[in-house]
């Protein structure tokens, strides 16, 4: 074995969570990332609608959770339901699935905060929740201070972890138009919230890289498509050029190129 290598928890754990985006995976293709990386995954998200609209969902949510991975319907499809007024029907419908997590947005509807930390409160008795703060148009624009409060709001009504809002192309909410995060929106998060409890939407590798250069090995990231698992992982453990220094004792440091 290759040492020293960061030292990561192993599952369950708290620190270095990673959140994949399942969005339409067939039984076997499940069957494939479980065996490959099923290890490093830690919540599994049935995309935005995709559940609603794929088969064999239930036996492939019995796959997620037999591996030790929590698994959620994305929170559009939360919001889907709401909007319609027809919040029974979605937790009938989550019920049926046999998900264990769920995930409360309200990046696509108005909806007032109070409410949203209404619905948080109802399944943190029943279910892991995960609640994702920030918009889907690009055009909304959110005060950084609104960002801290909702984050801070949504975790004392009961949210396990807060999700910084990227969609899957990673060009809203945390980043520009271009994919690079806004750095001053992310400090002042920091500043106020306990970054342990955020897991930070970077489906782009440059914005898994930035992450892992600012909040070290161990940073929560979600929104990671199945194909980049194993290759977050050698990020996280410098086995990739892009981090190769970052994470290696001083020591060996004399060796950098440059």
């Not at 520009?176 to 409890?197: N, R, W």
């Not at 890289?209 to 929104?223: A, S």
């Not at 992982?233 to 440091?253: A, I, M, S, V, W």
Request: net charge negative.
């Amino acid at each position: 074995m290759l040492n020293p290598l960061p030292k990561r928890e192993s599952k369950p754990r708290k620190l270095g969570v990673a959140m994949m985006m399942d969005k339409g995976l067939s039984l076997q293709e499940t069957e494939n990332i479980i065996q490959v990386a099923g290890h490093l995954i830690d919540f599994a998200k049935l995309g935005f609608g995709t559940s609603l609209v794929s088969n064999n969902v239930k036996e492939k949510v019995k796959f997620y959770r037999d591996a030790g991975i929590k698994v959620f319907v994305g929170g559009t499809l939360f919001e889907a339901f709401v909007v319609r007024n027809d919040f029974d029907g979605y937790v009938k419908y989550i019920d049926n699935l046999g998900v264990d997590a769920v995930e409360i947005s309200d990046g696509s509807i108005i909806m007032e905060h109070i409410t949203k930390c209404e619905y948080i409160q109802y399944f943190a008795k029943q279910r892991t929740v995960l609640s994702e703060v920030g918009a889907k148009d690009a055009s909304v624009e959110t005060d950084h201070n609104q960002w801290i409060h909702h984050m801070d709001a949504e975790l004392n009504a009961g949210s396990s972890y807060v999700i910084g809002e990227a969609r899957e192309s990673g060009t809203v909410g945390l980043y520009d138009k271009t994919g690079s995060a806004d750095t001053q929106l992310i400090q002042d998060i920091l500043k106020k919230v306990p970054s342990e409890k955020i897991i930070w939407e970077a489906p782009l590798k440059s914005q898994q890289v930035w992450f892992l250069k600012l909040l070290g090995f161990n940073v929560n990231l979600g929104n990671i498509a199945p194909a980049d698992m194993i290759p977050l992982e050698t990020l996280r453990l410098g086995l990739r050029g892009d981090t190769f220094f970052d994470f290696l004792p001083k020591e060996y440091q004399k060796h950098k190129l440059i």
